[in-house]
Nanobody, 121 residues
Framework: QVQLVESGGGLVQPGGSLRLSCAAS????????MNWYRQAPGKQRELVAG???????NYADSVKGRFTISRDNAKNTGYLQMNSLKPEDTAVYYC???????????????WGQGAQVTVSA
């Protein structure tokens, strides 16, 4: 019914940039918080950035100043602009969102399929 589809991952050299997109589709009444997580090999999944429906934003210290989270409510899409990428940014990036599928419906949490980001020379 509701799904989050990620795109924009790939291979990039250190110092390069990538833009991840997270498009919500299906039955959507309202999207509340949208978040980006990442999981590197051998490490736990961590919160990278989050944005509320009101526009409040938070970033992990490791990406602050380099990454920018945003959303286009008309398109039901969230974005993560990643600049000055470092090898340690290599991970699978997951989109996450709280969504109300219909009026008076329950707010559920959804996950994207994950997008591989590899930063290497």
């Amino acid at each position: 019914q509701v799904q989050l589809v990620e795109s924009g991952g790939g291979l990039v050299q250190p110092g390069g940039s990538l833009r991840l997109s997270c498009a919500a589709s299906g039955s959507i009444f309202s999207i509340y918080a949208m978040n980006w997580y990442r999981q590197a090999p051998g490490k736990q999944r961590e919160l990278v950035a989050g944005i509320t429906s009101g526009g409040s934003i938070n970033y992990a210290d490791s990406v602050k100043g380099r990454f920018t989270i945003s959303r286009d409510n008309a398109k039901n899409t969230g974005y993560l602009q990643m600049n000055s990428l470092k090898p340690e940014d290599t991970a699978v990036y997951y989109c996450n969102a709280d969504i109300r599928p219909f009026a008076l419906g329950t707010i559920n949490n959804y996950w994207g399929q994950g997008a591989q980001v590899t930063v290497s020379a």
